[in-house]
């Protein structure tokens, strides 16, 4: 089971707490540093000094760190345009010699498109489609031939498909709720499929839609990684758990029942019931940024209990 963090940046955080963060994330054996994707502070958090770009973000990490992975969960569809995201993520896999990886969805929240003036179209997920094809589809070109895209919503010309990634193929995550259209989205072009914020009953159901979607493709479901994302509070102790719930503005109980919340015991009882779902990877929400001494003890206490 891999373990990767996760961080909420809107929330409330600088470029130099987010490298603090990364750094502690490589240092203490953890397999990724991943953030959100959005230039809003959700629920009653005032979101001070104020949002930082996702890509931005990343391509600093890119040169300042050397082995851990990195990405979004997830890009929001919305903010750029595909042929522009190819670029920019093809860069930054470049400035981290192909570290990165992209999750790719199709933007939700509607009140930070109104906040920077981000157009927020109803056809969101037909427009993912169509992104997905574009990108996936210039870095598949072979250098020295062109890409053509004439599509509903984005139309591409002779484009000479370059920059190109470092890695071969950089891995493509697909994630969500949808019982039909994302199974089949997941099926056709993600490397990993990921259940964000999901029960383990519900994490099984939809894995099973995946896994469904992906042989009506003519694809091996094993092809996939399966993973999940999960809001992370870790304690010795009650107090502990108690504590850090509060500083996050939960309640330890709440979070026992819908993240992965505990002593290290009760957390590594709960991951081996997700992986028991086929799930291989965990991204653990990290909500409080400036709290070191939790990672700390979730990388000796947590991870060195995994398989």
């Not at 203490?28 to 005032?46: I, K, P, T």
């Not at 994630?175 to 056709?188: D, K, N, S």
């Not at 091996?220 to 994302?229: E, G, I, Q, T």
Request: net charge negative; proline share 5%.
């Amino acid at each position: 089971m891999d373990l990767r963090i996760f961080t909420e940046p809107q929330q409330g955080a600088t470029y130099d707490t987010l490298l603090t963060v990364a750094k502690a994330t490589e240092d203490l054996g953890f397999d990724a540093f991943f953030r959100s994707d959005h230039y809003l502070s959700m629920g009653s958090v005032d979101g001070l000094p104020g949002p930082t770009d996702a890509w931005i973000t990343l391509a600093g990490l890119a040169r300042e760190t050397r082995r851990i992975r990195l990405g979004t969960l997830m890009t929001a569809g919305t903010f750029r345009l595909p042929g522009v995201l190819a670029i920019q993520v093809a860069q930054v896999d470049q400035m981290s010699g192909g570290r990165i990886e992209l999750g790719l969805g199709a933007g939700w929240f509607e009140e930070e498109h109104k906040a920077y003036g981000i157009p927020f179209p109803k056809e969101k997920f037909a427009r993912l489609e169509e992104q997905l094809e574009i990108v996936t589809g210039l870095w598949a070109t072979e250098p020295g031939k062109t890409f053509d895209h004439h599509g509903t919503y984005y139309d591409l010309t002779r484009s000479p498909a370059l920059p190109k990634p470092a890695q071969a193929k950089v891995p493509v995550l697909i994630g969500g709720h949808g019982a039909i259209r994302t199974p089949r989205l997941a099926a056709r072009y993600a490397d990993e499929f990921n259940m964000p914020f999901a029960s383990v009953e519900d994490t099984a159901r939809q894995f099973g839609r995946v896994r469904d979607a992906a042989q009506e493709a003519g694809r091996d479901p094993d092809d996939l990684v399966y993973s999940n994302a999960l809001v992370v509070c870790v304690g010795k102790d009650d107090q502990e758990v108690a504590r850090r719930a509060a500083a996050i503005g939960r309640e330890a109980d709440e979070l026992r029942a819908n993240g992965l919340a505990g002593s290290p015991a009760e957390v590594v009882d709960k991951i081996g019931r997700y992986a028991s779902t086929g799930s291989r990877r965990i991204y653990l929400q990290l909500l409080d940024l400036s709290d070191l001494d939790h990672l700390e003890l979730i990388s000796s206490e947590v991870q060195s209990q995994l398989p």
